[in-house]
């Protein structure tokens, strides 16, 4: 059972216009949410994260917008360049500690 | 931000030898760290929860004797492949977590890609 998905495999997007991807969770006790950059054969690179209790945070071009009612979470990237073209993970902590549970990904590509 | 450093980032063996892969957080203290694995196209995989000075907690379905976990400090961690097989080749991530000014993220290493040969 997945509580983590990212039902769309890949996303392409022209350079300069917003690119938003897109992630769904079950597990309710989810309190913390990441979003990570992956390149081919390289660790996965931590860019926002956004706690339960806000609905919004925001660090330079990327916006992460939390919708708890639908257990639904975005990740807004504006405007998107070719550089942004990798693969992006949303994660979820639970409450307490515990491990982090991660999506299937989603592979965007930014065209010039 | 924080920095975990793994080593190495490619190997290539020989069927049935060990390897050792390193994560270290090099700039602050990592009671507990995490050993993942990604087959291709697919998402990261948690193999088990490294803590330090105690056994490591593996998922089910991950064999403990195969994949050999010492975490001795609390800035090292190692994984050994032992007896590796061909069907082990993958890329190996490590990750630690740190909490600042109340903002829980989880750093990773660069990855060690595998190659059993």
């Known amino acids: 059972d997945q509580q983590v998905k990212q039902n769309s495999p890949s996303l392409s997007v022209q350079e300069g216009r917003i690119s938003i991807l897109n992630c769904d969770y079950t597990n309710s006790m989810f309190d913390y949410f990441l979003w990570y950059k992956k390149y081919p054969a390289e660790g996965p690179t931590f860019l926002i994260s956004?706690?339960?209790?806000?609905d919004k945070n925001e660090d330079g071009r990327f916006t992460v917008f939390l919708n708890k009612s639908a257990k639904h979470l975005s990740l807004h990237i504006v405007p998107s360049q070719p550089g942004d073209s990798a693969v992006y993970f949303c994660?979820?902590?639970?409450?307490?500690?515990?491990?982090?549970?991660f999506g299937k990904g989603t592979m965007l590509l930014v065209s010039p | 931000g924080a920095v975990v450093s793994q080593h190495p980032s490619r190997v290539i063996c020989k069927s049935g030898t060990s390897v050792k892969i390193e994560c270290r957080s090099l700039d602050f203290q990592a009671t507990t760290m995490f050993w993942y694995r990604q087959f291709p196209k697919q998402s990261l995989m948690l193999m088990a929860t490294?803590?330090?000075?105690?056994?490591?907690?593996?998922e089910q379905g991950v064999e403990k004797d195969k994949f050999l976990i010492n975490h001795a400090s609390l800035t090292l961690s190692t994984l050994t492949v032992t007896s590796a097989h061909p069907e082990d080749s993958s890329f190996y991530i490590c990750?630690?977590?740190?909490?600042?000014?109340?903002?829980?993220?989880?750093?990773f290493g660069q990855g060690t890609r595998l190659t059993v040969v």
């Open positions: 490294s803590n330090e000075g105690s056994k490591a907690t593996y």
């Open positions: 994660a979820a902590f639970g409450s307490g500690y515990s491990t982090l549970t």
């Open positions: 956004i706690s339960s209790i806000k």
């Open positions: 990750s630690a977590d740190l909490t600042i000014q109340g903002n829980r993220a989880a750093f």
